[in-house]
């Protein structure tokens, strides 16, 4: 038998429905907040996460399914959503569309790390991206999109954690300061912190060594070095979304894990979810349209990932809907009455009920057990008198209560 690869997971007819609510509470909460749906391929061309994601980021050091094509060319999964949706807009002109343009797309990314609770080699994002606007309103409105979304799948006790990281006018400053404080520790720290301090020393206070994290913990704050543009922007942003009653925590260690983020960064955390604690999480991200060739436009967006939701609604009891099953299953006791069968359901399927009959030449008696066993509400069993009469019996199968019903008022009874 050929398993399947580490990392990833089969959705089976018994959970797919959980999928299928959750991708509908996104769009729900797309379609109130005009955000639009658009789909990228599953592979790019590997330059746009290097210039886009970062090579100083653990996702293309580490991470990344990278492959060589048989033109020569080398191609990555996608490891997230943002870059591939950013290429698109520059692509394909939509700079030119009125601004801002705001998309959302739900997609599967890959990234080669160990797998662990809430954490894949292939996953499913669900994300937003809005492009065009530098207004702190936009900022707040991704936010609010974001806390809307986990509001709609009542999540509880998930906290949103607020921070800026500047621009790189500041930034500059910043990085100085951090150089100036990590230079004596870095015999200390681990060889990634090593190449890090060198490239991009804003990437060590993402460092999970237990070690490395200690040493960060005396880091400068980059909140103390924002310039008087980026700090007025924090500062609206905050405003806005206490305004409408959204509470936060401004954590200043919070800078994410990818190197295109500017300014307004957050997380939505649980702590439910084992030691991946972000549910979602985006920020903005002014430079990487031109960082890809594109216009100089203001970026911000957030992405959520569908199994670490899926983890969080089971560990915290979060209500879902049950499992969709027929409204009726019709038996037949014979040829004749499983033809009739066929006919009634197609055309109850036909109007929009989902109907089911037998498929497997069961007894009558097999029949209502398997109808007992997929859930059916209601159950009508055909045979020569039913169809003489064109009526039949049908039974609701959460208390026992029958009713003849004509068979061409069935649906009307059923609806």
């Not at 594109?294 to 560990?315: Q, V």
């Not at 038996?331 to 499983?338: F, L, Q």
């Amino acid at each position: 038998m050929i398993n399947i690869p580490k990392g990833t997971k089969d959705v089976l007819p018994s959970q797919s429905y959980k999928w299928q609510y959750i991708e509908d509470a996104a769009r729900d909460v797309a379609r109130v907040f005009n955000f639009k749906e658009v789909r990228t391929p599953v592979f790019e061309h590997t330059e746009l996460f290097l210039r886009g994601v970062g090579e100083t980021t653990d996702v293309v050091n580490k991470e990344m399914y990278t492959f060589e094509d048989k033109g020569g060319r080398s191609m990555t999964l996608k490891p997230e959503g943002t870059a591939g949706v950013a290429r698109m807009f520059i692509e394909n002109g939509l700079a030119n569309s009125p601004l801002p343009v705001k998309t959302y797309y739900i997609t599967p990314a890959f990234r080669y790390e160990r797998p662990q609770a809430g954490r894949l080699r292939e996953f499913h994002q669900f994300g937003f991206e809005a492009f065009g606007s530098a207004s702190p309103e936009t900022d707040a409105e991704v936010i609010f999109a974001a806390s809307s979304f986990l509001d709609r799948l009542g999540l509880k006790g998930v906290k949103l954690e607020l921070n800026s990281i500047g621009c790189p006018i500041c930034r500059n400053e910043y990085n100085t300061a951090l150089k100036k404080y990590f230079e004596p520790h870095l015999k200390d720290m681990c060889e990634t912190c090593r190449v890090r301090f060198e490239k991009n020393p804003l990437r060590m206070l993402d460092c999970k060594e237990e070690g490395c994290k200690k040493i960060t913990a005396g880091a400068p704050k980059i909140l103390d070095y924002l310039c008087e543009d980026c700090n007025n922007h924090f500062e609206s942003v905050k405003s806005l979304l206490s305004a409408q009653g959204l509470e936060f925590i401004v954590n200043p260690r919070i800078v994410r894990g990818l190197d295109y983020y500017t300014r307004t960064v957050f997380e939505f955390i649980s702590g439910d979810i084992g030691s991946q604690s972000a549910v979602c999480a985006g920020g903005r991200y002014d430079n990487l349209l031109k960082e890809l060739g594109g216009a100089d436009l203001p970026a911000i967006g957030f992405a959520a990932g569908i199994e670490r939701l899926l983890l969080l609604m089971e560990n915290t009891s979060a209500k879902m809907p049950d499992e969709q099953t027929p409204v009726i299953y019709l038996a037949g006791m014979d040829a004749r009455s499983r033809a009739e069968c066929f006919k009634i359901a197609t055309y109850l399927r036909g109007k929009g009920l989902c109907a089911e009959i037998d498929h497997m030449s069961r007894s009558v008696k097999a029949q209502m057990k398997y109808a007992d066993k997929i859930g059916a509400r209601n159950v009508a069993v055909i045979g020569e008198t039913e169809l003489e009469l064109g009526e039949v019996n049908v039974k609701r199968m959460s208390d026992g209560f029958t009713e003849k019903v004509k068979i061409q008022d069935l649906y009307t009874y059923l609806k």
